[in-house]
């Protein structure tokens, strides 16, 4: 690997590592989990998948796609009943592998995937609401919104547009990623000015705890307020192969997006077994599972990675950060955060299957509603079920 290759790799993983953070702790929210849970859990999926997987350049962590496959189950039934559900889940995606079940994954239509994404777009979207509000989710007021409203938007602009870009030689570059512009510079600002700016930092979300990931007890899994019998398992596995399904639908689709980029062939086998595995993993050590991040994967490959190198760095820089600069992350303001998932977000979505089609024909039509679906509901799941439900049906007609 030549050194500009190297280099690109390495911010490119720094500015995931960052935003891996918040939405760690994001998610866990959604959950009604910890700060540190979340951050444990990407600990744990990131590392495995981004050694063992099956493509490159991809990035795995918390996702919006899982927590909201099974968030369910802990208003269904409880909290405690997330770690058997991921378990589970994982379980079914390891299954899922070894049976050759994941290749019908990658025959769903093209137009329906594309309307998942957008709908996983903006799903990611509307969580970046919550930044706007306080701990008590009500919207922020006065002085603090209008900082948060317009450092957001300077945020979103320089992760847009501020790609800094260092030619050494003829054909090699060092690209400098917007989004780490765009943290680095705001956090500095903030930090220098924080007398004249009211505005919430990372801190401000939850105390991070720097510890490293253990595994649970078994009495966590055989509490006494789990019950594992036929009525308990059947309100609970529908979460889990919702997760399993949600879960390698997001990691397949991303995998034939990096093979068309990069010109390789992918593992799908490799890809859903370690991702089963590693949420299997998750589960164990208290986790609320995960699987590869769409968003941040094309944003890896946009900011030039070709490599494991580029998705094994993401990893080790999140955990080192996490262990031992939890100051300097606790003083990321959420504005900057905001900015550079809203980039997340424009990556994530197949926009030109909705404003760019060949024709505005039945399968855009049927991109449209699955988009609606997903969005609405929550749940990829739901939204491909009744994508190629509707397909079907419109082949028919």
Not at 33 to 62: A, D, E, K, R, Y
Not at 261 to 276: H, M, N
Not at 288 to 312: I, M
Request: glycine share 8%.
């Amino acid at each position: 690997m030549d050194a500009t290759l190297l280099i690109n790799e390495f911010l490119s993983g720094l500015t995931n590592a960052l935003l891996l953070i918040p939405e760690s702790i994001a998610f866990a929210f959604i959950m009604g989990l910890s700060p540190t849970t979340g951050i444990q859990n990407t600990m744990v999926i990131s590392l495995i998948t981004s050694l063992f997987g099956g493509m490159p350049t991809m990035i795995s962590g918390s996702t919006a796609a899982v927590a909201t496959s099974i968030a369910g189950v802990s208003t269904l039934l409880g909290k405690e009943y997330i770690i058997p559900t991921v378990i589970a889940g994982g379980f079914i995606q390891i299954v899922a592998a070894m049976t050759g079940l994941y290749k019908y994954i990658t025959y769903v239509p093209k137009h329906i995937m594309s309307g998942s994404l957008i709908a996983l777009a903006g799903l990611i979207a509307v969580h970046q609401l919550d930044n706007f509000k306080d701990k008590e989710h009500k919207w922020l007021t006065g002085v603090k919104m209008a900082n948060t409203t317009l450092f957001a938007i300077i945020s979103t602009l320089i992760a847009f547009f501020g790609v800094i870009k260092i030619t050494h030689s003829k054909d090699q570059h060092i690209h400098i990623p917007g989004g780490l512009v765009s943290m680095f510079a705001i956090t500095a600002f903030i930090y220098i000015f924080t007398q004249y700016y009211n505005i919430d930092r990372v801190k401000d979300t939850g105390a991070l705890k720097s510890d490293l990931p253990s595994l649970i007890s078994m009495d966590s899994v055989s509490s006494s307020k789990i019950k594992y019998d036929a009525e308990s398992l059947m309100k609970m596995l529908p979460f889990s192969a919702a997760m399993a399904f949600t879960g390698l639908l997001e990691s397949l689709i991303m995998l034939k997006d990096a093979e068309s980029a990069l010109g390789i062939k992918g593992d799908s086998f490799r890809e859903s077994l370690v991702q089963g595995i590693a949420n299997v993993a998750t589960g164990v050590t208290g986790g609320f599972g995960g699987c590869v991040l769409v968003g941040q994967s094309k944003l890896n490959l946009a900011n030039g990675a070709k490599t494991q190198f580029s998705s094994v760095i993401t990893s080790v820089l999140f955990i080192v950060i996490c262990l031992f600069f939890g100051r300097a992350i606790n003083e990321i303001p959420i504005a900057a955060v905001v900015g550079v998932m809203l980039l997340v977000v424009y990556k994530t979505g197949d926009w030109d299957s909705l404003f760019k089609p060949q024709s505005f024909d039945r399968r855009w039509v049927i991109t449209i509603i699955t988009a609606i679906v997903g969005f609405v509901s929550g749940s990829l799941t739901l939204s491909v079920v009744a994508g190629v439900i509707l397909d079907k049906m419109a082949a028919r007609v």
